[in-house]
């Protein structure tokens, strides 16, 4: 296997490469991204040096990027190429296309990709994280797999709960709160919580609010101190067991972060990060399908206390609390990755 990325990126895949159970080549090619910002008139960004100047110049890394695919290509001989949608996956696909090599695209969210659009007309097979429906590709080619999550990503009956709460530090009959913007943390969902913090504490609630890394120290300063309101920076390995611990959690709407609740059937207040148009889409596919409740960052902004309010209609509420678990729970695909593992191996048979 042979795993290609930038350098940006190269550290953190070679530490995912060395924890595989097969050996995993890594290599990195150069490559360019197409920034584009949903809140911000196009014409702004074209003048802009740091946007559209930036732009610019990373279409020559792209063509770079391309002699440089096609020269690993035919070093390395693969069978099959698997493109999940980064800006990286745009010159190793086009080399794959070039080369004849069988080309199996993945798109996670429900607002296909720029990258993703541009390799659909040269896929061999193409799997989406929601159903086909929602794109534009090819439908003959075109299989609703899900996005693959860890197995431990599951529904927790009411005693697993009980014992997750615990081990966080919680009472296991006080209902729970997880809040979290990734490993970055959300600027607009941290100063919400700033706001509601304390009257969610007053209300009886507990929480635990995951900060993101960079927020950490400063946010600490600010955030509550009080019993009942952990602050984390960062949850990797044990976020599964922190969704089953919540009684509902506030996130952004990535397309991962949204099948791991579907996985665990979780009711979820989400907040998608208004500049980038992916996460919009998610949050209004499945809002449509009233699996979560949406707040616009410009909700929370404007009027803070509207999570508070938001996390109350779901905690006094359990009929939409199973309303939405069970509406939610319709997207979870446990076998996502066996699935995308067959379609990679048939476009090689």
């Not at 590709?137 to 005693?159: K, L, M, Q």
């Not at 081990?167 to 990734?182: E, Q, S, Y």
């Not at 507990?206 to 009942?228: C, I, M, Q, R």
């Amino acid at each position: 296997m042979l795993f290609v990325t930038d350098k940006a990126f190269l550290k953190q895949t070679e530490g995912l490469a060395a924890q595989s159970t097969v050996p995993i080549t890594v290599r990195t090619v150069t490559a360019g991204k197409f920034r584009r910002y949903m809140d911000m008139a196009l014409w702004k960004q074209v003048i802009r040096p740091d946007i559209g100047g930036r732009n610019m110049v990373d279409m020559f890394k792209v063509a770079g990027g391309v002699a440089q695919s096609i020269r690993l290509l035919k070093k390395f001989k693969p069978d099959v190429v698997f493109a999940k949608g980064g800006y990286v996956s745009l010159p190793v696909g086009y080399a794959a296309h070039r080369l004849k090599i069988p080309l199996v695209i993945h798109d996670s969210d429900a607002r296909p990709g720029l990258t993703n659009r541009v390799l659909s007309r040269w896929a061999t097979t193409i799997a989406t994280g929601t159903p086909v429906a929602n794109y534009r590709f090819n439908a003959e080619i075109a299989h609703y797999t899900g996005v693959p999550v860890r197995d431990d990503f599951r529904p927790y009956t009411p005693e697993m709960q009980k014992e997750a709460k615990v081990t966080f530090g919680h009472a296991a009959d006080r209902p729970l709160i997880v809040v979290t913007g990734g490993g970055l943390g959300a600027k607009d969902i941290n100063q919400a919580m700033i706001a509601v913090g304390p009257r969610l504490i007053k209300a009886g609630y507990g929480v635990v609010h995951v900060t993101g890394k960079a927020n950490f120290t400063e946010l600490s300063k600010v955030l509550p101190k009080a019993d009942g309101y952990t602050i984390l920076p960062f949850v990797y390995d044990g976020l599964a067991s922190l969704y089953g611990a919540a009684d509902v959690v506030v996130t952004r709407a990535s397309a991962t972060a949204l099948q791991e609740l579907a996985a665990g059937a979780k009711p979820a207040i989400i907040v998608p990060n208004s500049s980038l148009g992916d996460q919009i889409e998610n949050a209004k596919t499945y809002e449509s399908d009233e699996a979560v409740l949406m707040l616009r960052d410009e909700d929370l902004a404007e009027d803070p206390n509207s999570l508070f309010d938001t996390i109350q209609k779901v905690l006094k509420s359990e009929s939409l609390q199973h309303s939405l678990s069970e509406h939610l729970a319709v997207y979870a695909k446990p076998n996502a990755a066996v699935d995308v593992a067959k379609l990679l191996l048939k476009a090689v048979r």
